[in-house]
């Protein structure tokens, strides 16, 4: 059964800083995409990760997959606060039947 | 360009009402999910359909019954609900393996 395991749960960091989330997953799947959910609000889509080695950059934003490591990481440059919000990961599992499994997700809070 | 939309958006029901949650996208898509999402617990599936006629059971079924009215409109029905089942519900659609677009999500209490 696929499980999908993001950390850190809550992540609280200072404007300017670096750092990454990490998502991993348990079974093999070529496709992973990453989320950002405001608070209050429904989820709206980052990245769409294709397959191993797959790298996308969207401002301060960064995705990678790795799919023999079964890692994808979403990294933050030089946080501001409008970053803040909850990223969850999401993995594609059973080629034909479509399903989509979510990590947990990751708090994001970038303070002043 | 309404999306996928979802009703209602709030709901309280007494412990043992049944009740139906409808969603309909207008993207064409061939696939449709309801999704709960808990504090702490992030969106775990609850049913899925691949395509109109088909639907699986996600990683939380019990309780709850689908059904994929045409290919525009999935609905969630819960029989006899339970507090365990206050929660924010998301229907989402997307075409074959691409990425989500979601619902406003609708809000259950369940006392």
């Not at chain 1, 790298?55 to 799919?67: I, P």
């Amino acid at each position: 059964e696929l499980k999908v395991e993001q950390n850190p749960l809550f992540l609280s960091m200072q404007e300017g800083k670096n750092y990454t989330i990490y998502c991993n997953y348990s079974t093999t799947s070529d496709r992973l995409y990453w989320y950002r959910q405001d608070p209050g609000k429904s989820l709206e889509s980052l990245f769409v990760l294709l397959s191993n080695g797959a790298v996308k950059q969207e401002g301060r934003l960064m995705a990678s997959l790795d799919t023999k490591a079964r890692l994808s990481t979403l990294h933050i440059t030089a946080a501001v606060h409008d970053l803040s919000a909850t990223y969850f990961c999401a993995v594609g599992h059973g080629g034909a039947t479509n399903k989509l499994i979510f990590g947990t997700g990751t708090l994001l809070a970038v303070q002043p | 360009n309404a999306g996928v939309t979802q009703t209602p958006k709030f709901q309280v029901l007494k412990t043992g009402q049944s009740m139906t949650l409808q969603c309909a996208q207008d993207m064409n898509h061939n696939s449709m999910y309801w999704y709960r999402q808990d504090p702490g617990m992030g969106l775990r599936l609850i049913y899925y359909s691949a395509s109109e006629g088909t639907t699986d059971k996600g990683e939380v079924p019990n309780g709850y019954n689908v059904s994929r009215l045409n290919k525009r409109e999935f609905s969630l029905r819960l029989e006899s609900a339970a507090p365990s089942q206050t929660s924010v519900y998301f229907c989402a659609s997307r075409e074959t393996n691409e990425k989500l677009f979601f619902g406003s999500g609708t809000q259950l209490s369940v006392l």
